[in-house]
């Protein structure tokens, strides 16, 4: 039965995850947003943070994690899963279309979708916090699709 759960969360997200991220600050090894910020030293000691830097991206109105990024889940889960001592927060985000009480609850509802998703590739759920910030917290504030899109996602940030 697990094995099947599991193959249908890996189904649900499955493919590539790759999301080009234009006008927006970029996480650095120096500065990390989030375990996902930083590649294993070239001594081939482990780094502090191990994946590149990735959120997860919604469509409008939606909570569910596309199959794009399956990638990017199964890698936060592998640094997770190897780091039994890191918490990291999902930080659920909006764009700025919706009122401030329904971006709260979509934000919530993408951040726990991706909890879930980890969960379910093996994470332990007290690794794991949430919380949303709806449409409090930006990354792009023009007011069009190309920047809709860049604020429809979860964050994995570390520490908590």
């Known amino acids: 039965m697990k094995k099947i759960a599991f193959f249908l969360v890996a189904l649900t997200v499955a493919a590539c995850a790759s999301t080009s991220k234009t006008n927006t600050p970029q996480a650095t090894p120096e500065n990390p947003k989030n375990p996902a910020a930083a590649t294993a030293p070239a001594s081939g000691e482990p780094a ?20 794009e990024f399956r990638k990017v889940i199964l890698k936060q889960a592998e640094y997770l899963k190897n780091h039994k001592d890191d918490v990291v927060t999902l930080e659920g985000n909006c764009d700025e279309r919706g009122s401030a009480e329904y971006n709260l609850g979509l ?52 520490g908590a």
């Open 48 to 67: 502090a943070n191990a994946t590149a830097d990735q959120s997860i991206y919604f469509d409008f109105d939606k909570s569910i994690v596309k199959p």
């Open 107 to 158: 934000g919530q509802r993408r951040a726990d979708s991706v909890r879930k998703s980890l969960v379910a590739a093996g994470v332990r759920s007290r690794q794991l916090k949430t919380t949303s910030f709806g449409k409090e917290k930006p990354r792009l504030t023009c007011h069009e699709e190309k920047c809709w899109k860049e604020n429809r996602r979860v964050d994995f940030v570390p």
